[in-house]
């Protein structure tokens, strides 16, 4: 591993000098330092160079040094154009990411206060007979233990973290036939017993995980076309 690590090193150091002979340092217009991927490469070379130069001692700063050795990748990047193009369209997207976000969230709290309304402390069931004993007394008597369901919408952090999991196309099947069978707060399901509710889920994942999938596509692909009109 040592032997690897004097070996892209001293790469890395004569690839620097020949480019700092050719292009120049920081000064003229096109220099090395004038280039950010030049930066990163300059800003690698450096730490290594220092890393190896105090290989021997035990210094807490050295263990820093070592852990930018996971930068070193990051330099096959800059010479391939379109990993380039990828990152720095990535990069550049982050702001309108940001906003797409904010957005998101709007509509995750506008869903949840609704499913809060809609299904508040109704996710209710009985461990034994979930579909006869209605309330807590009669699950009680029957010996059984009063639960809820580990994704609800009593409140509406819970509902936000409900309808995450709904978004992700992972299990919301299960938590759709919950509000399917609500009968009312602090009540027993009975099966099919809301239809209905069943257009809240659909209008959700259409518009909280379809529409805004498309939204951070749409953003990045705006991005990635502007880095290749720039390139």
């Not at 050795?69 to 096959?76: A, E, G, I, M, V």
Request: aromatic share 16%; glycine share 6%; net charge negative.
């Amino acid at each position: 591993m040592s032997v690897a690590d004097y070996f892209f090193t001293v790469a890395f150091i004569i690839e620097m000098v020949i480019k700092l002979i050719a292009l120049g340092f920081v000064m003229d217009d096109g220099s090395y330092l004038r280039d950010n991927w030049n930066r990163l490469d300059f800003f690698i070379v450096v730490t290594s160079i220092v890393e190896l130069a105090f290989s021997g001692l035990d210094l807490p700063i050295i263990k820093i040094f070592r852990m930018l050795r996971t930068l070193r990748p990051l330099r096959f990047i800059s010479h391939n154009v379109a990993m380039r193009l990828i990152v720095g369209a990535l990069i550049e997207s982050v702001g309108s990411i940001f906003n797409v976000l904010v957005v998101v969230a709007v509509v995750y709290l506008i869903f949840a206060i609704v499913g809060v309304s809609l299904f508040g402390g109704g996710f209710w069931h009985c461990s034994v007979d979930e579909y006869r004993l209605h309330n807590s007394k009669q699950c009680l008597k029957a010996g059984g233990a009063w639960l809820n369901q580990d994704h609800n919408f009593d409140n509406v952090p819970e509902a936000m973290m409900t309808l995450f999991v709904v978004s992700s196309l992972e299990g919301w099947p299960d938590i759709m036939f919950f509000a399917l069978d609500y009968t009312g707060r602090d009540k027993g399901p009975t099966y099919n017993h809301s239809p209905e509710f069943m257009v809240y889920f659909v209008l959700f994942i259409l518009i909280g995980s379809f529409f805004f999938l498309n939204f951070f596509i749409g953003v990045l692909f705006l991005e990635y076309n502007k880095a290749q009109r720039e390139e």
